[in-house]
């Protein structure tokens, strides 16, 4: 596989350089995260064997060992890379245009349940990404919702996240 799929005319967005020290340095940051809670729970060998942060703890310093290297490639070693393109900044519109969707999808789920927060994301989705009618994304949207309401809710009788701010079906009785 080509290490730059990008076309030769986008714009670059960010570099390969700057990505490997943006990932090294959260992956450095995730794994001090997780050194500090194995040491809160015991990570040494106790009388009876491991405590319950003996391996994550030295699992979580392989984990920074390995992205302190990558980092300190990506800063010394391989300036050369500075050049290369990670992402276009066409491509990385696209990506953007489904990922911050799904973020706020994300959110809306734990504000306003996952059946009202569905039928928004379907239908904003298939009319501004797929030009679909407005009452077919609407009725696509509905179906689809009330259709998982029915499975999850009636048949299986596992309830799924109704909202924790406001329950926007709970005049219809769903609470």
């Known amino acids: ?29 995730l794994g001090l995260v997780v050194v500090i ?17 003996y391996f994550p703890f030295y699992i979580s310093l392989i ?15 391989d300036k050369k890379k500075e050049t290369e393109s990670f992402v276009g900044k066409e491509s990385l519109k696209q990506v953007l245009a489904v990922l911050l969707p799904a973020i706020i999808f994300v959110l809306g789920v734990q504000l306003i349940g996952i059946y009202v927060a569905s039928t928004l994301y379907i239908f904003i989705f298939m009319v501004w990404l797929g030009k679909y009618p407005l009452l077919k994304a609407l009725a696509v ?31 219809i009785g769903v609470n």
């Open 37 to 53: 809670g194995s040491i809160k729970l015991g990570a040494s060998w106790g009388s009876d064997g491991p405590e319950a942060g």
């Open 63 to 77: 984990f920074i060992i390995s992205s302190s290297i990558t980092l300190y490639q990506a800063v010394v070693v």
């Open 1 to 29: 596989m080509s290490e730059n799929t990008n076309s030769p005319q986008e714009e670059s967005a960010i570099s390969v350089r700057a990505m490997d020290i943006i990932t090294a340095l959260l992956f450095i940051a």
């Open 141 to 171: 949207a509905l179906g689809v919702s009330v259709a998982l309401y029915m499975m999850f809710e009636f048949w299986f009788q596992i309830p799924l996240p109704h909202g924790s701010l406001i329950n926007p079906l709970e005049f």
